[in-house]
């Protein structure tokens, strides 16, 4: 289907108006600028979210590690079963393990852990089942270090797991939140540049390509007939003004121009008659 052409646009051509042409191109760049940041942001949550995560793990391990230790030294395996399972109603952990003194053997776990050969396998109980690596895995190693008389001695290590997605779960809201108010902006400019635009440039423009096409057509008597809106723009303080001065200011010259042609058909029109009619005479007097 053909496109319609603009009302009042010379020769029938389609132009496109420039007020949405520019603010077309302008907003193209915009959203660009506007999305990188955006995700700038986004990552920027996601980052601190992960190191908040990472920080928690580490501070849950301080708060156990002694508890832990001490357990390790005197093998309770009874308080270590209990601390390992009330870790495990924490959120933000995901599984954890206790490694002999020399980080090799596995003394015990709970969830999701890497075992011995470096495989990832869900431990409940006493019950062990492989899984797929799941992915995003974070893993904080801590020292369990019993204070005897003798001082300090490792007596094992002690790890903690979590994931990605936990830390991303943290600030999705306010990812979501990030994203609409990005959109909601950017359409908030759009509409409000774009009525800008038209009233400064789009509508003085369209005014004067009116004018344009009327002296085209010959639709109207030079400096004659012009409008409220089109004598407006002669008081624009702006490049539109000042075109709209210079047009009218030709304008002016043309009527002026016009007016002398006139006078001179007028006047030549009456000089023929004039020596048609001497013509007569002598030819009567012939």
């Given at each position: 289907m053909a496109e319609k052409s603009l009302e009042g646009q010379p020769d029938g051509k389609v132009v496109k108006p420039l007020a949405r042409t520019l603010m077309s191109k302008v907003f193209s760049y915009y959203v660009v600028i506007a999305a990188a940041v955006t995700l700038v942001q986004?990552?920027?949550?996601?980052?601190?979210?992960?190191?908040?995560?990472?920080?928690?793990?580490?501070?849950?391990?301080?708060?156990?590690?002694?508890?832990?230790?001490?357990?390790?030294?005197?093998?309770?395996?009874?308080?270590?079963?209990?601390?390992?399972?009330?870790?495990?109603e924490i959120p933000t952990i995901i599984g954890v393990a206790i490694r002999d003194e020399f980080?090799?053997?596995?003394?015990?776990?709970?969830?999701?852990v890497q075992d011995e050969e470096g495989n990832y396998v869900n431990v409940k109980g006493s019950e062990v089942t492989p899984v797929a690596y799941p992915g995003g895995v974070i893993s904080v190693e801590h020292t369990l270090s019993y204070e005897g008389l003798q001082g300090s001695q490792v007596v094992g290590y002690f790890t903690l797991y979590?994931?990605?997605?936990?830390?991303?779960?943290?600030?999705h809201h306010n990812i979501i939140l990030l994203i609409i108010n990005s959109i909601v902006k950017t359409i908030a400019l759009w509409l409000i540049f774009l009525k800008i635009a038209k009233g400064m440039l789009g509508d003085p423009l369209k005014i004067l390509?009116?004018?344009?096409?009327?002296l085209k057509k010959d639709?109207?008597?030079l400096g004659q007939g012009f409008s409220k809106d089109e004598l407006d723009l002669?008081?624009?303080k702006d490049e539109i003004g000042l075109?709209?001065?210079?047009?009218?200011?030709?304008?002016?010259?043309l009527n002026e121009i016009h007016t002398r042609l006139i006078e001179y058909n007028e006047t030549l029109e009456l000089k023929v008659r004039e020596k048609v009619g001497l013509l007569k005479k002598s030819q009567e007097q012939l």
């Open positions: 986004i990552v920027s949550e996601f980052r601190n979210s992960e190191k908040n995560l990472v920080d928690n793990l580490k501070l849950y391990q301080q708060t156990f590690s002694r508890t832990l230790a001490s357990a390790v030294w005197v093998v309770d395996r009874d308080q270590i079963e209990s601390t390992l399972k009330g870790m495990m980080n090799q053997k596995i003394l015990n776990s709970q969830g999701q979590s994931n990605k997605r936990i830390a991303f779960e943290k600030v390509t009116q004018l344009v096409v009327r639709s109207f008597q002669t008081r624009k075109l709209s001065k210079s047009f009218f200011k030709m304008l002016g010259k």
